[in-house]
C-alpha cells in the first residue's frame, strides 16, 4: 500500500486507531516522495517493504492481520507521471 490509494487507506485507517501494516514495494517512487507527497516511511515499524507476490512474506504477515485489503494495481503511475505514454508500459506487463 505504499500508492497514492493505498496510502490514503492507511491514514485513515490510523486515524481511526487501527494499527494496520502497510506492504509495497518502495521502488516507484523516490524516498522523499513517499515521504512528503504520500506520506509513509519505509522506516516506520508498520511499513514493509516488500512484493505481495512473495508468498513467505504473505504467509507471515497474513496470520498478524485481521483483514487484508488489497489495493494493488497493475499500473505503475509513478511511470505514467514520467511516461505520458502508458499504453506501451501496460502492455509489457
Known amino acids: 500500500m505504499f500508492g497514492l490509494v493505498g496510502s490514503r487507506i492507511v491514514h485513515r485507517l490510523r ?24 506520506g509513509i516511511s519505509p ?14 512474506l504473505m504467509d ?5 492481520s485481521d483483514y487484508v485489503v488489497h489495493a494493488v494495481a497493475l499500473a505503475d503511475v509513478a511511470e505514467c507521471t ?10 509489457r506487463r
Open 15 to 38: 486515524a481511526l486507531g487501527a494499527r494496520p501494516l502497510a506492504v509495497g514495494r518502495p521502488d516507484a517512487y523516490g524516498s522523499r516522495i513517499y515521504s512528503i507527497v504520500i
Open 43 to 56: 522506516a516506520e515499524p508498520d511499513v514493509i517493504a516488500g512484493d505481495i507476490t512473495d508468498s513467505a
Open 60 to 64: 507471515h504477515l497474513i496470520p498478524r
Open 82 to 91: 514520467r511516461n505520458r505514454r502508458c499504453e506501451g508500459h501496460l502492455a
